[in-house]
Structure formats: C-alpha cells, structure tokens
C-alpha cells in the first residue's frame, strides 16, 4: 500500500481501468463569417467543474476531488498533496467498489446500514466540537488567574549544574586554572563518583 493511501485498498480490487487526466477537446473553430458581419461570437465560457478522472463510465469532476481530499485529516493531507496521483487511484478503486457493492445491494445489508448510521454520527459528532471549540475563547487573564490560584498544584522543579571550565572553553573564569580536556574529564569522573555516593550536589 502507497504511503499516500487513505482509502481501504486490502479488499479485492475489480479492474479499474487506466486512468487518465481528463483533458477537454480543443473547440471547433468556428465556420468563417461573411465579409459584411460586424458581430463577433462571443467565446465559450470553460468548464467551471471539469471531468479530472474517468475510469470506465465513471467520471470524477474537480470539485468531487477536491472535496474528497479536504476530507482526509490535515495531519494526512500533506502525503496526499504530494502524490495526487496514489490519491486518485486508491479513490477511483474505492469509488468503483462502491458502486459495483451499491448495485449488488450490498448497502441494505443489515450490518452496512449500522455501519454507516454509527459513522454517519461520528462525523456529526465531531463538526459538533468543532463548532463548540470555536466559540470557546479563554482570555490571557483568565489563564493567569487560574495558575495564580492553583499554584500549588503545578510541580516546580529546580536545577542546578556544575560548569567545569577546560582550555578555551566558555565557562573559564578569568585568574582560575583551564584544565586540559584529560583533566577536565578526570574531574567530572570525580565529582560523579562524589554524588553518587550521596554527597551533596550544593558543597560541591
């Protein structure tokens, strides 16, 4: 299965045909007007929602493809974006299949009708919280009265760290001896084997 695939390719796929861009026919032109004619036709307007998949009898149009690729969760839409075309293959085999189970009735099945009452209401469920979630705003001093009456609550930690200055490194302090690279890692071996042992990580 392409990585761009979204769709439930694991069924048998029918043959689905080739699958081609759908390219609109260059128009006719148009039959040469008398010498005497002023009047010019006017062009004809392009297709504002073209066939941009066939496959057999089937034809997707633009706007069913770009809806089809609006409705992939956005943290998945980027794969698709950059192979549109596994996109319309998996989509065209899904398509097919569903149209060939329509014709066989497969949609009356009782286990396919719960099925699709039960995602039919997820998908009611969620445009639900999506709409609940955009008309939620907390303002900035809500959030900071809430921390400063639960302060308590929120865990602090606090660290402390050991700088042991080797030659030419950037925590040298100026009249204090640069240790060479052996004795800087002489000394942090020491220091460990100190707390380690429990000793106290502030006296050292």
Same mark, same amino acid.
């Given at each position: 299965?392409?990585? &761009?695939?979204?769709?439930? &390719?694991?069924? #048998?796929?029918?043959?689905? !045909?080739?699958?081609?861009?759908?390219?609109?026919?260059?128009?006719?032109?148009?039959?040469?007007?008398?010498? &005497? #004619?002023?009047?010019? #036709? @006017?062009?004809?307007?392009?297709?504002?929602?073209?066939?941009?998949? &066939?496959?057999?009898?089937?034809?997707? +149009?633009?706007?069913?493809?770009?809806?089809?690729?609006?409705?992939?969760?956005?943290?998945?839409? @980027?794969?698709?974006?950059? *192979?549109? =075309?596994?996109?319309?293959?998996?989509?065209?085999?899904? =398509?097919?299949?569903?149209?060939?189970?329509?014709?066989? !009735?497969? *949609?009356?099945?009782?286990?396919?009708?719960?099925?699709?009452?039960?995602? =039919?209401?997820?998908?009611?469920?969620?445009?639900?919280?999506? /709409?609940?979630?955009?008309?939620?705003?907390?303002?900035?001093? /809500?959030?900071?009265?809430?921390? *400063?009456?639960?302060? *308590?609550?929120?865990?602090?930690?606090?660290? =402390? +760290?050991?700088?042991?200055?080797?030659?030419?490194?950037?925590?040298?302090?100026? !009249?204090?001896?640069?240790?060479?690279?052996?004795?800087?890692?002489?000394?942090?071996?020491?220091?460990?084997?100190?707390?380690?042992?429990? !000793?106290?990580?502030?006296?050292?």
């Amino acid at each position: 299965m392409k990585k &761009t695939s979204l769709m439930l &390719t694991a069924l #048998a796929l029918v043959a689905a !045909g080739a699958i081609a861009q759908d390219k609109a026919a260059a128009p006719k032109p148009a039959p040469a007007k008398p010498a &005497t #004619a002023t009047a010019t #036709a @006017a062009a004809a307007p392009a297709d504002a929602d073209p066939v941009v998949i &066939t496959a057999g009898t089937m034809k997707i +149009h633009k706007s069913e493809f770009e809806a089809a690729i609006e409705s992939i969760p956005e943290q998945y839409r @980027a794969n698709v974006m950059a *192979d549109k =075309r596994a996109f319309a293959e998996d989509y065209i085999r899904m =398509r097919l299949l569903a149209a060939e189970g329509t014709k066989n !009735g497969l *949609d009356k099945k009782p286990e396919v009708v719960n099925q699709l009452a039960m995602m =039919r209401d997820n998908l009611v469920a969620n445009a639900q919280i999506s /709409a609940i979630d955009k008309t939620i705003i907390v303002p900035d001093s /809500a959030i900071t009265q809430y921390y *400063d009456q639960h302060k *308590d609550s929120f865990e602090q930690v606090k660290a =402390r +760290h050991i700088l042991i200055a080797f030659k030419g490194s950037r925590a040298a302090q100026p !009249g204090k001896k640069e240790l060479t690279d052996a004795e800087a890692k002489a000394k942090a071996e020491e220091l460990r084997a100190k707390l380690v042992a429990g !000793g106290d990580f502030a006296a050292t």
